[in-house]
């Protein structure tokens, strides 16, 4: 049985007073929930939070890392630093990361050795736009965006690590994938590590994110390899993503 896990990732939104009172209405109204909870603020609200967080069952993750340990790289954070505030978890590989500031595969595995290395645990993200689910190749993207982890970091990696599939095309749109569509993938995800290690396959724990709200969470994990999921709208109100929570449990 696989622990439930369900990150929110607050994207480029908050300020100090709107996280405390958020986090805040989270713990207020926390539900009878055994799994892991995480939230993911910008990095410079990540000391404060890892403050605020210290002995609730809220656990802390950043949105990225340097894949560098340290030195001239003028604007990054390395995965040191955020294990040096407090994070236990770090998304790498986010579509907007890859979109938006051109990460490519080989980076992005560059990321997740970086996090690994320093003890955190990378939720690693993969996903098709739509034209490349249009054009049929989900999986060969999808496949394409995991070997390049598997192949740097080995599928033993993985056994400290989170998948989250996250089609581009559902991300911030309000177009939540099927619960069908998303076990699809899921169970590729699986299957393609098991094809290297069983084990390992059989207890990472892969995440669905894309427009997850409280209304569509309990059907999406319902799914036999959906075992949570990472929310970006949604986790930005506490009554939203309690319910999120709730239904990861259910
Ligand atoms: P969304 O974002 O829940 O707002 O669609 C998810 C994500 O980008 O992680």
Request: proline share 4%; with cysteine.
């Amino acid at each position: 049985m696989r622990r439930p896990i369900v990150a929110g990732n607050w994207k480029m939104h908050g300020s100090r007073a709107e996280n405390a009172a958020l986090v805040e209405g989270i713990l207020a109204s926390w539900p009878t929930h055994a799994g892991d909870c995480v939230v993911c603020p910008p990095f410079v609200y990540l000391q404060e939070l890892a403050r605020i967080l210290r002995g609730s069952p809220i656990q802390l993750g950043a949105q990225d890392t340097c894949a560098e340990p340290l030195g001239a790289f003028t604007g990054e954070v390395s995965a040191a630093m955020l294990r040096d505030v407090g994070c236990e978890y770090v998304i790498v590989g986010h579509s907007e990361r890859r979109a938006l500031y051109a990460e490519d595969d080989a980076l992005v595995a560059r990321k997740f050795a970086a996090a690994q290395g320093k003890g955190l645990i990378p939720i690693l993200c993969v996903g098709e736009t739509l034209a490349e689910r249009d054009a049929g190749r989900t999986h060969e993207i999808v496949g394409r965006q995991l070997d390049a982890v598997l192949d740097l970091c080995g599928a033993a990696a993985f056994a400290s690590a989170v998948l989250a599939y996250e089609p581009v095309w559902a991300i911030g749109t309000g177009r939540v994938a099927s619960p069908e569509q998303a076990q699809d993938v899921h169970a590729f995800v699986r299957g393609r590590i098991a094809a290297r290690d069983a084990t390992i396959a059989g207890s990472v724990r892969i995440l669905y994110g894309g427009s997850v709200k409280a209304g569509n969470a309990r059907e999406l994990f319902a799914m036999p390899d959906v075992d949570g999921g990472l929310i970006g709208g949604a986790s930005l109100k506490a009554e939203e993503f309690v319910a999120i929570l709730a239904a990861a449990t259910a």
